[in-house]
């Protein structure tokens, strides 16, 4: 679980600083656009924190009840660091406890609590369905083919080291689309039992690029991402 009040410390902190005292004198005034500031960051950080504590539950007992021995005990972190592009993630600690990253670049572009819960379930929705794993064996699986191709056609150490790098990139790369469409489907279900409105949701992809079709992309079209929530929220 989060420590939700350093967690709204470290948002208003990042979003808005207010100007201190002098050393002698009055406090100075707050501008108005810092007041603007200190004001929006409140909103985003009190959304976060609403969003955080009703999906994480739902997300859990979906995990528990879709799996069998895996670490359902998701911990919800923030990246702190400014200026970075909006961005949220999957992965494991040490001790193979799912965690769900999202940084302050993403927290403060959401438009609305349905656009975090969604990004929320999805990137639950990536641990429960097991696609770390997946693709750490799709990976494998690319380096050693690669590699073993270019050992045959007589390459050196170094050949077979760029092709077994090669090999892990495409394997990785083999599954990356339908995993993030099951994603979406999954995240569609949890977001929703969690009384957001997911397609609503989805409309964050609006404001991405789209990566389009490309042969071996990381992510499917955003048409394609939000065809299959639309379906999935259909289907409830």
Do not use: W
Not at 72 to 80: A, L, M, P, S
Not at 82 to 107: C, K, M, S, Y
Request: charged letters at 20%; hydrophobic letters at 45%.
């Amino acid at each position: 679980m989060v420590r939700f009040l350093p967690l709204l410390i470290l948002l208003l902190s990042a979003c808005a600083q207010v100007p201190a005292p002098g050393p002698t004198g009055p406090a100075t005034l707050e501008s108005p656009r810092d007041a603007a500031l200190r004001q929006e960051a409140n909103r985003a950080a009190r959304t976060f924190v609403e969003v955080v504590e009703t999906v994480e539950p739902v997300a859990e007992r979906e995990c528990r009840a879709r799996t069998t021995g895996v670490n359902c005990d998701f911990q919800i972190v923030v990246d702190d660091r400014p200026g970075q592009p909006p961005n949220a993630f999957q992965t494991e600690d040490r001790f193979g406890r799912p965690v769900v990253a999202f940084n302050l670049g993403l927290i403060a572009q959401a438009r609305n609590a349905d656009e975090l819960a969604f990004v929320m379930g999805h990137e639950a929705a990536h641990h429960i369905q097991g696609h770390l794993g997946k693709t750490r064996e799709s990976a494998t699986v690319g380096a050693v083919i690669f590699s073993g191709i270019a050992a045959i056609s007589g390459a050196d150490e170094d050949g077979i080291r760029s092709a077994e790098q090669l090999g892990a990139a495409v394997g990785a790369r083999s599954f990356s689309k339908e995993f993030e469409l099951e994603a979406d489907q999954l995240g569609t279900i949890i977001a929703a039992r969690a009384g957001y409105d997911p397609v609503r949701g989805a409309a964050f992809f609006a404001r991405i690029p789209d990566p389009g079709d490309r042969f071996l992309g990381s992510h499917p079209p955003n048409a394609a991402r939000l065809e299959i929530v639309r379906r999935t929220a259909a289907g409830l």
